[in-house]
């Protein structure tokens, strides 16, 4: 596959573009009265920062129809010291930006350890910028932002004496939520005592598994991802081998770790509880460690569409 280039000034080669064609857009324009690029009608030359802010909200609502329902935007932004005024521009960009119809998910702080020193010694160096992330407000249900590749992955790992002792809830097998202790574990499996002396065993793992889709017709293979986009977008499924639009079958292949259980035992994602925390070599050393605990999940994790 090729590169395609389109350049110039985005304000006029946009209508080149396809509509709903952008998946994402990273970009940093013109900062304010940074520089001047001698260039009539540049961005950045505005004569207030209320009137940059509009004019950057304004390429945005000229992109709307040209980017996805799912699509994202990364907006990289820079503050502004005028009169010895700190400027709050990133901040009056997102709210033009919530005008024109645009949802802000993150201020991402881009640390700059290497910034550019300041002469000034009335105030610190501003040694950080701002990365905007926005995403359209008809489809803040259903942009794509696949959190397991960018998220941190769990520190423990199975089988460990880690998890004895561990609060164990289940919400799934039954209409209420039940509260247990991690009893025994082995090799991959746990078992799990449960408050009314009952006793079960899960398998372990870290993660759920995103269904694989098959077509009835062809039998081409979609991943979650592609399917959820194409709900999102068009409304619809259609296989892009040849052209189905009944409803694909799910392809659930049993995850290395063990099979025939019931569910899968999943460590609960908190940043508060490091893995030296459950080294602890007895169980009611482990059990000190409030709030962490393991809760029981489906192993697969499906569209909710379908």
Partial sequence: ??????????????????????????????????????????????????????????????????????????????????????????????????????????????????????????????????????????????????????????QLSYPSAGLLGLTVEDSLTFSFKRVGRALEVQGSLVKVLWEDGTADWFSFSLQQWRARFECVRCGQVLGYWDLHLAYANTGGFECKCCGESSLPRPLLEEPSFGGGEKAGVFQNKSRKYEKAKLTSSSPSGRLAVSGEKLTVKRKWLFLRDL
Wanted: charged content about 25%; proline content about 5%; hydrophobic content about 35%.
């Fill in 1 to 154: 596959m090729g590169v395609w280039v389109l350049q110039g000034d985005v304000r006029e080669v946009y209508r080149h573009l396809k509509d709903h064609s952008i998946d994402c857009v990273i970009t940093s324009p013109p900062y304010y009265r940074q520089r001047d690029y001698g260039v009539v009608g540049q961005i950045g030359k505005e004569s207030s920062p209320e009137e940059y802010a509009k004019e950057i909200a304004k390429v945005f609502s000229l992109l709307w129809d040209k980017l996805k329902t799912t699509g994202t935007v990364f907006l990289n932004i820079g503050y502004k010291y005028e009169n010895e005024e700190f400027l709050l521009i990133p901040e009056l960009v997102a709210w033009e930006m919530k005008k024109v119809g645009y949802v802000l998910k993150n201020k991402i702080i881009w640390h700059k350890p290497n910034a550019m020193p300041t002469s000034a010694r009335n105030r610190l160096n501003n040694t950080y910028e701002a990365v905007l992330f926005f995403v359209k407000n008809v489809g803040k249900e259903v942009y794509y932002f696949n959190f397991e590749e960018v998220g941190e992955k769990p």
